[in-house]
């Protein structure tokens, strides 16, 4: 397989997973209040998570202990939300540097 092909099938896996977030419904990225929200199963919007002004590692690490405790909160949207992370605010390594 040449790079060519290999960026392709990367961005093919990319949209797939993509997809399957936006389909379940559980975390997305909302533009007006620059966070992440959360569908809580019963209909009900947790959020905005890390708003721009709680963009830190420690953060990060605070909410995912916060959201963990919450009954409706489940490995998908965990892994839901650390999919998204970089996709809408880059990636936490990369936070802080200029």
């Not at 709680?54 to 892994?79: C, G, M, N, P, Y």
Request: aromatic share 12%; charged share 30%; net charge negative.
């Amino acid at each position: 397989m040449n790079f060519e092909e290999l960026a392709e099938a990367a961005f093919k896996a990319e949209a797939t997973v993509l997809a399957s977030i936006k389909k379940r419904n559980l975390v997305w990225w909302d533009e007006k209040l620059d966070g992440f929200l959360l569908n809580e199963g019963d209909g009900s919007t947790y959020g905005p998570v890390l708003p721009a002004d709680e963009r830190t590692h420690s953060e990060l690490v605070d909410w995912i202990f916060h959201l963990r405790d919450k009954v409706w909160f489940t490995a998908q949207h965990l892994d839901d939300l650390l999919q998204l992370i970089p996709k809408h605010i880059g990636h936490p390594r990369n936070w802080g540097k200029k």
